[in-house]
Structure formats: C-alpha cells, structure tokens
C-alpha cells in the first residue's frame, strides 16, 4: 500500500541502455532538488522508481516480477513508480495488474515525477505518458555533480523504423536538444567532475542544430565545441546508425584530439536480404564503405557493433552471411542478441519465425567469433602506452580500474585518485580487459 506520508528518501532502479542509466539520473536530480534523500538499497527507500527497458523479450514480465520483490515481510510496499519504456508501451494496464504502483511515467515525461510522486502520497494515482520531450528537458534542474564520465543525452526518439524494434513507439519521433542548451550542460559536467562525456542517442549522428553563430551544424560541430572546454579531456557518442555517418563526422573522428578512438555502428546483421526485412535502409556493401572511411580518417579506431540471429526467415546460409562480415571487420567489442518478438513491431507478425534451438545455436556460433576477435584485438594491444581515466577503486588493495581510450578496461595498482588520466603501459591482456603499468600522471 502506499506510504501515508510524503516519501523522504528513494531509490532509483534503471534497466537497459546507456539511455535509461542518463534518464535515471536525472529523476535522481529532481527528486533530490524536493529534498528527497537517495537510498542506496531499495529496501531503505520510501520511494522506489523502476525505470524500465522494454527492448528485450518478456521486459513487461520481468517489471511485474521486479514490482512484487518489493513488498516487505510486514506485508506493505514503498510507494512505487514504473518509468521508461514499458510504462510508455503499458500505460494504465501496470497499475490494473499490479495495484501497489501509483506512479507510472513514460520517458519523455519524467520531468512531471515530483508533482506525480506527490498526487500519489495523497491518495490518488498518477500516470503520464506524453510524448513532448523538449519540455522534459526545459524543466529539468541544472547539472551539479558528475562522476569521472558521464553521459548527456543529444537526441532522443527514431524515425528509422526498423521492423523489429520498439524504440520509435516508446520514445516517439526524433528530435535534436538545442546546441546551446547542449553546451551548456557538458560545461556543467566538466564543472562538476566529468573528465569524459558520451553523446547519447537513439540515433545519435542524426543530432543536428544551429551553433552560436547561427550556422547549421551535425553531430561533428557539436563535438568540436565541446572539444574547447578546457575542463573536458575526452568525447564519446553511441549509438549511431550507418546511414549517418556524415563525411563531416568521421573527418572529425582524425581530427579532434578529445573524441576517443571508439566508433559503436550496429549492422544487426550480414545479409542484404535480410537487412531489407529489418528495414536497416542500409546494405552490407554501404557499411563496409563507412567503415572503410572511418579507419582511413583514424587507422586506430576500436569498432563495435550490436548483432541480431534468428530474425524472422533467417536461413542458414544468411546467418553465415554475418559470420563472414564479422570474420572482415574484426570488432573490438560487440553485443549480440537472438530475436525477440515484440508486440506491435512487424517483425512479430511476419512468418518463418526460427526456432529457439537453432537461434541459441547461431548465437553461440558468433559470440564465439566476437569474443575471438575481441581476445585478439586486446592481445594485439599489449605493448601500447595510452591514458586511463580512472572511474573506481578495484577489487584489490591499491588496485584502480580505468578505460583506455578503445573502451577497454584497465586494471593497475599505483598512486591514482579516481578522475585522474594517468599514462600506462598496456602489459597484459584478458578476455575482457588488461593489466598497466604506471608510468604517469597526466597533467590536466
């Protein structure tokens, strides 16, 4: 049952994308700015928020199993909201199966959270599920704090209408943050800690604008003003879609300093055939070319993809089809997924589904080759010296974890403090990260 009072402490839960983790903390922002108190376990909270993903199969069920894990031994609840995508796909339907939620907000209106969190402590139940995201980000509370690296969402919603995907009835038609606003808010970052920043998108190379001096302007002129922040050391943007890559944005992938070595471009698979069903508006001879352009421009860029098996009519030879343009590109890291339906998507409508066992087979024949490559491409690193922004303390006494500039974890042991950039030696390489040695600190 609800909380009689207004809740004085809360617990923010985000599932899925770098997206969801940047909306999770934001309503962290606004629900401190009410003089709420962050809890660190959801067990101590009056409030707890399920920020949700529903890109995955059975992501509406899981929420349900999430919201019941939540009731105590004494039999009463928090005061529990569902945010993100499945309260934007569920609507009311989450509060008619599952009464102890009183809030539910889609991702383009969680700006509205405090206002709703306090209807739901009087009594009444709330739900939003508005489309509007410019006003979201109008009422959002300025940036004050930030950890070593944080992400700032540029663009938000899909126009591209990939057969399989959900994202476009969830977070709506694309739209591009105004660059002044942009600016603005990575300076805060900086201010407040942030040695890295990445771009977030759903297509995040579809980001465009006008500068401060009134000139249209794509993705690589926002990166190039935020490169003259002093405070900034590093640029990083995902996700990006092939059809996107403007000749302006991969010049700027040899050109500026700060934006990292690192390029995610999803293919989702290796056939064109197959390509077409998904609506990818791209083929696989165009992507090779773009990425042909982006090693031309920065010879030591990591690549890495997002992959999808067993989508609807998926032969075999279609499937080997993707292991051959993996085997060609080598991908530095990957993510990889069997077909999911989801509801109201045409995918889960069109015939010839695969079976279940022959997906998990498929996809344990390209993680094996992913993580061949990705072995290979951390091996083939050993030997290199680079800069390690340090996130957090390790696992050990005296040892750190970092990012190298291609994204790969980095152990160490050394004198460090977490936001330093520290100069290593790369002298070990793991399945899924490496060992440095220290040699520096970085100046700032």
């Not at 002129?221 to 405070?231: F, M």
């Amino acid at each position: 049952m609800s909380t009689p009072t207004p809740p004085r402490t809360f617990h923010v839960k985000s599932f899925g994308c770098q997206m969801n983790v940047y909306d999770g903390e934001r309503m962290a922002e606004l629900l401190a700015a009410q003089g709420m108190t962050a809890a660190d376990a959801r067990d101590e909270a009056d409030l707890v928020v399920l920020n949700t993903c529903h890109i995955r199969e059975k992501a509406t069920e899981k929420v349900y199993s999430d919201i019941g894990r939540l009731r105590r031994d004494d039999g009463t609840s928090p005061l529990i909201a569902v945010a993100g995508c499945v309260a934007q796909a569920e609507g009311e339907e989450i509060m008619a199966r599952a009464p102890a939620v009183k809030v539910v907000v889609g991702p383009q209106a969680y700006h509205r959270l405090p206002d709703m969190v306090a209807q739901a402590a009087a009594g009444k139940r709330a739900t939003e599920t508005d489309m509007p995201a410019e006003a979201k980000f109008a009422a959002l509370p300025k940036r004050r704090r930030s950890g070593p690296s944080a992400f700032l969402t540029v663009q938000e919603g899909c126009d591209k209408f990939c057969t399989y995907c959900v994202v476009p009835y969830t977070r709506g038609a694309e739209i591009s943050r105004p660059f002044a606003d942009l600016v603005e808010e990575a300076k805060l970052l900086a201010a407040g800690g942030a040695r890295e920043i990445t771009l977030l998108g759903q297509n995040v190379n579809a980001w465009e604008g006008e500068d401060d001096k009134g000139r249209a302007v794509g993705l690589d002129g926002l990166i190039r003003a935020l490169a003259t922040d002093p405070d900034l050391a590093r640029i990083r943007y995902t996700t990006s879609h092939p059809n996107d890559m403007t000749e302006g944005l991969i010049a700027a992938h040899g050109e500026v300093d700060k934006l990292m070595p690192f390029l995610h471009l999803p293919v989702q698979a290796g056939n064109d055939r197959v390509l077409r069903a998904m609506n990818r508006s791209h083929t696989v001879e165009s992507y090779l070319k773009v990425l042909e352009r982006v090693r031309a421009a920065r010879p030591d860029i990591a690549l890495s993809g997002d992959f999808i098996v067993g989508f609807p009519g998926e032969t075999q030879q279609e499937f080997e089809d993707t292991l051959r343009l993996v085997d060609a590109v080598g991908y530095a890291q990957a993510f990889s997924f069997k077909y999911s339906a989801r509801p109201g998507t045409p995918a889960a409508t069109m015939p010839d589904h695969v079976p279940a066992a022959v997906m998990d087979e498929r996809l344990r024949l390209l993680q094996d080759a992913l993580n061949r490559d990705q072995h290979a491409f951390n091996a083939a690193s050993v030997g290199r010296t680079c800069d390690v922004l340090v996130e957090r303390r390790g696992r050990h006494e005296g040892q750190w974890l970092g990012k190298s500039p291609w994204l790969q974890s980095v152990h160490f042991t050394g004198e460090a403090q977490i936001g330093d950039l520290v100069r290593v030696e790369l002298v070990e390489a793991g399945p899924n990260s490496l060992a440095g040695k220290v040699l520096a600190k970085v100046a700032a």
